[in-house]
């Protein structure tokens, strides 16, 4: 058994920046405060609020490659059930692009899409009964159907209060698990479907968090697997919507995949549950050793992929000049040992292939323990749109430094250079 604190490090780095949670929550709520104050559509907004994983703080951190990140809006309007779904959606499409800030947007079936930033906003318009009961539109067929959002928030805090606090951290390790094995598509359980696997299969008191985890797989594989290798789809139901079967929407051929996938990885820390196994199975981003673990990512720390989409296509080469009064300057590149405290270090591009014009973005990472004692973990992301960046050698770790070439609003080269600084 690996340590608590290695998988506590580990769901730290897979959070959310606090920079990302601002940016969605400052996003989402001026879109809200637009709707509601609009001249027209103040008239049909009841009331609105944040949906999704964000909202019930189940999301976890963008990877390159991933793509947009979905946030979920719901707006409640003064429509009813006679009102016809197309028309809601295309009043409130023609609201939304009357704004300059919302300019790629688009109709779906349910919902408004807008892209902004490194977002795909989901504005969905709703209505209720007389009951309070909540329904959504279909752009396609012109119908409503039964949702119920509000319940799936209450119902997520309801399933982390049962479970001390162990449901969304372990919901958090499940959505790791899949998108480090199956990607960010849609073909496999996730979203509200995979929660709802969670929390009816997790147990309702385990020693921490990685017995948690194996438990809920083992059980995961008991209930689900024998059906699916008998050719008969399990069902999984809304924990809102009785009658609504979430694996419904799944293939037999990908489910059958992605819990043998899950059989597989169980039988794996079921043998030997050790560091290089849990690498395996959630990827490189889990920590290697109690040691590495001290590496762990402060609040401010950021990354590119929560900023911009990453898509790289171009050569990118950094290098560092190092300095020190009385002493001849070397090229951090040719150098093989720890640098010395209080040297000044001048990292620059070499190289690039990018086509300008481009920003050029840079990170600073400080690693190790003595960055933790010191609380100077940094690693916020700088647009400095220059190609030279000054920084000195003061405290010892395997520290880091990136710098990243923004095109179009796209990240399209990355290089690193690693800055190992000795104990003096």
């Known amino acids: 058994m690996v340590s608590e604190k290695l998988f506590q490090t580990f769901l730290t780095n897979i959070e959310p920046s606090k920079t990302t949670k601002e940016m969605i929550s400052s996003i989402q709520q ?22 999704g994983s964000y909202a019930k703080h189940t999301s976890i951190r963008p990877k390159k490659g991933d793509g947009k990140r979905d946030v979920d809006i719901i707006i409640i309007t003064n429509y009813s059930p006679s009102s016809q779904p197309q028309k809601v959606l295309d009043e409130l499409y023609n609201i939304l692009s009357e704004s300059s800030h919302y300019k790629n947007i688009e109709k779906h079936s349910h919902s408004i899409g807008i892209e902004m930033s490194n977002l795909e906003i989901d504005v969905v318009p709703v209505i209720k009964d007389n009951n309070g009961r909540m329904f959504i539109g279909n752009n396609k067929t012109n119908a409503w159907s039964a949702t119920n959002p509000a319940g799936h928030l209450k119902w997520c805090s309801n399933a982390n209060k049962m479970t001390n606090g162990k449901f969304i951290p372990c919901v958090k390790l499940f959505k790791w698990w899949r998108r480090n094995n199956f990607g960010g598509g849609h073909d496999y359980p996730k979203g ?10 997790i147990p309702t008191f385990a ?15 008991n209930n689900y697997l024998p059906s699916l290798i ?19 929407q799944y293939s037999l051929a990908n489910l059958l995949e992605f819990f043998l996938k899950m059989m597989e990885h169980l039988k794996l820390v079921d043998t030997d549950n050790s560091c290089e196994n849990w690498i395996t199975i959630f990827g ?6 109690d040691k590495n673990s001290l590496g762990i990512r402060g609040e401010e720390e950021e990354f590119i992929e929560e900023i911009v989409s990453v ?5 990118l080469k950094i290098d560092c000049k190092v300095s020190q009064n009385g002493f001849r300057q070397f090229l951090l590149s040719k150098n093989v040992f720890p640098l010395k405290h209080n040297l000044n270090l001048d990292f620059f591009i070499e190289s690039t292939d990018a086509p300008t014009p481009y920003s050029i973005y840079w990170k600073v990472r400080n690693v190790g323990e003595e960055a933790i004692k010191r609380n100077d973990i940094r690693g916020q992301i700088i647009r400095s749109n220059k190609p030279i960046h000054h920084e000195n050698t003061r405290f010892r770790g395997p520290h880091f430094v990136e710098c990243y070439i923004i095109k179009d609003g796209i990240c399209v080269a990355i290089d690193r250079i690693n800055v190992p600084i000795g104990s003096k």
Do not use: Q
């Not at 001026?30 to 949906?51: C, M, P, Q, T």
């Open 230 to 248: 008998t050719g008969t789809i399990p069902h999984v139901y809304d924990p809102c919507i009785l009658d609504n079967d979430l694996l419904n």
């Open 284 to 289: 490189d981003d889990f920590p290697s050793s």
């Open 207 to 221: 020693s921490n968090i990685e017995e948690y985890f194996i438990e809920t797989m083992r059980s995961i594989i």
């Open 311 to 315: 898509k790289k296509k171009y050569d």
């Open 192 to 201: 509200i479907t995979l929660e709802k696997i969670v929390a009816d299969n």
């Open 30 to 51: 001026n879109l809200r405060n637009y709707l509601a104050n609009h001249n027209e559509y103040k008239y049909v907004y009841a009331d609105s609020f944040l949906s």
